[in-house]
């Protein structure tokens, strides 16, 4: 199971490599990505055959064979190439998700003969099933090119794989000039895609016929050479002396020789025993991340001098001769430790954001050819690193948002012309860290978004009345709403108004914001603001009445003493301050959230994407990092309960604070819009 686990993890790392390799090739026609490319099928190849996988093994043969016609001038890098072999990453990809799945691995026949054919006459040997339930003899020919001093360790494993398989009956070894060749009769009910499969995982040439059909005695289908070139060893039957080979490298009989066990061939076969049931179950996902044996070796630092700090803070604590300074300085080296081992922790699952781009390569250059527009795709801020759960949740999202721009920004190559731009459209993904927040930035240069398109949309559908007046992120938001769209017909890649609502869902479950910046005809800008990571918030703690809340450090800008402050009042109930010339509205948190009020003796001037504010709490207790706590099960408890319960806006989770009490984080975005409105 173990094992399964580690090549369905790998497998995805170096079926995405592949991908993007193929789509930078398509552009760079560079030898060094088809190397690239070559390596990763050759890994791929390998491990499948270490967990049994044997048309996983077959089918990637193939690949690397193309791939090794390129890799050798013979086969020119073109779009059609590229064309023909992304499909075949897409077999990979499913036949690694049925393995995990526990489901037949099966590679499909119409990719298989599209490989084939770009290797012509240099097509592996076909596969097929037996022709018989029960064991029958076989005859197999194998060709297996090796160095001299390589023949005994290398023949010798491969042998006893093959023979592990069944009773091997015959054998007829030979030793030629950097080849090593078998000819065997195997007695078993093995399939001939599992000989196949090991002979491939070692590298080796192979032929497996029924016995009736075999040209016994001869070489002739794995090596047109071997009828004019006597063999070395004579014929050895090993029916009575299993176990027993040939010393090949020295020339000396087959029979003279005891065939050692191969360590290799012996953990092979454990292997299959292994991944065997694992097969036949589904296998549960595992979340996998890379750490830097550096970052991990100070971890292991620190947990160390943090158990030697704790063992003398217990120590001052128990000696009543301690002065308090110095038990107030070991609880203060200890808390210190404590922290940095909570840093070097999280840092544990930060990643860079290069994996998560290099996903997109693909889907931007096939939805480009599917809809006749000319695409380049441009990536910066890819060492940023950011929680790797907030990664894989924001993927998918952020692929809508990328067809969105391709399918309603970047205009056709024609339309562009006539416009005076480039007839190939730009696509900008960047990403970055701002005020210990993380930025992801999605930018076309198209045709912008037609705020009175929208408007009209929206009225059409009933969203808002007409002549109705609204700002331009008003109009914005209007994207948002499930179902909404402009698009002037439905199709498989447009027009059913999905994908910017999911963005939204996405960013919001996230604790993040997003905004829109567009001019028509220039471009469009989506800019994501997320928290850095998911668990952890550095934060303010503020009174509220009896309760403790926490502000998120990032969205604070500065503290004001409301005793001394002058706060107006508008018309209605709207309050407002005034700091340094710049009106700022206020909020009442206690009144908002309906909580007890207390003073109000502070007011905390706070940052969202629309507005800088004030907040009225009764009072400041100071920083401290919040482990966030998420209460969307409590959430829905409440809501089946009563359904006229609402989730507030301006609540993003909980957090257990210093003396056992649970306070709440305050969500500085939807706290905005229950203060507000949208």
Known sequence: MELLETFLRESDELIDELEAGLVELEESRSLEIVHALFRAAHTLKGNAGMVGLSEFVRFTHVLENVLGRVRDGALEINTGLVDALLPAV????????????????????????????LLGDDVPPPSAEPLHD?????????????APEDAVTRGQALLKDIADLGELRELTPALRAGQLEYQMILFSDARRVDIEAIALFADAKVV?????????GTMGASSPQSQATPPIAASVTLAAAAGRGAALATGDSADSAQLPPSAASQQQKQQKAEAAPANQNAVRARANVKVDAERLDALVDLT????????????????????????????????????????????????????????????????????????????????????????????????????????????????????????????????????????????????????????????????????????????????????????????????????????KRSVDALRGTIEIVSELGAGTLFRIRLPVTLAIVDGMHVRVGGDTLTFPLPSVVELLDARTTPIGKLEGSHEFVDVRGEILPIVRLARVLELPEGGADMIVVVQSE??????????????????????????????????????????SGATVLGDGRVGLIVDVPGLEVMAFGA
């Open 304 to 503: 160390c001098e943090m158990v030697i700090a704790a063992a003398r803070a217990e120590q001052v604590q128990r000696d009543p001769n301690v002065e308090p300074r110095t038990r107030a300085d070991a609880m203060e080296a200890l808390a210190t430790l404590v922290r940095e081992v909570q840093e070097r922790t999280m840092s544990l699952r930060m990643v860079a954001v290069r994996e998560t781009f290099s996903r997109f390569t693909r889907p931007v250059r096939d939805l480009a050819r599917d809809l006749n527009k000319e695409v380049e795709l441009e990536m910066s801020g890819l060492d940023t690193e950011l929680d790797r759960k907030l990664l894989d949740y924001l993927a998918d999202p952020l692929k809508h948002v990328i067809r969105n721009c391709i399918a309603h920004g970047i205009e056709a190559p024609a339309v562009r012309r006539e416009r005076g731009k480039p007839s190939v459209g730009r696509l900008q993904l960047s990403a970055s860290q701002e005020n210990g927040a993380a930025v992801i930035e999605v930018r076309d240069d198209g045709a912008g978004i037609d705020r009175e398109r929208v408007m009209a949309k929206a009225v059409e559908r009933g969203l808002i009345a007409a002549g109705a007046q609204l700002s331009e992120r008003q109009v914005y938001d209007l994207l948002f709403l499930p179902g909404f769209s402009t698009a002037a017909r439905v199709d498989e890649v447009a027009g059913r108004g999905v994908g910017l609502d999911v963005l």
């Open 90 to 117: 897409d077999v990979l990809r499913a036949m690694v998700q049925a393995a995990g799945g526990g489901g037949a691995v099966r590679a499909p026949g119409e990719q298989l003969s599209v490989l084939e054919a």
């Open 208 to 216: 497996v016929r029924e016995l009736a059909a075999a040209a016994t």
């Open 610 to 651: 629309r507005r800088r504010f004030g907040v009225v709490v009764d009072g400041v207790i100071g920083l401290a990092r919040a482990v966030i706590k998420p209460l969307e099960r409590s959430y829905a408890f409440m809501s089946a309960a009563d359904h006229s319960f609402e989730k507030p806006a301006g609540v």
């Open 134 to 146: 029960e064991p029958r003899d076989l005859w197999v020919g194998v060709t297996l090119e090796c």
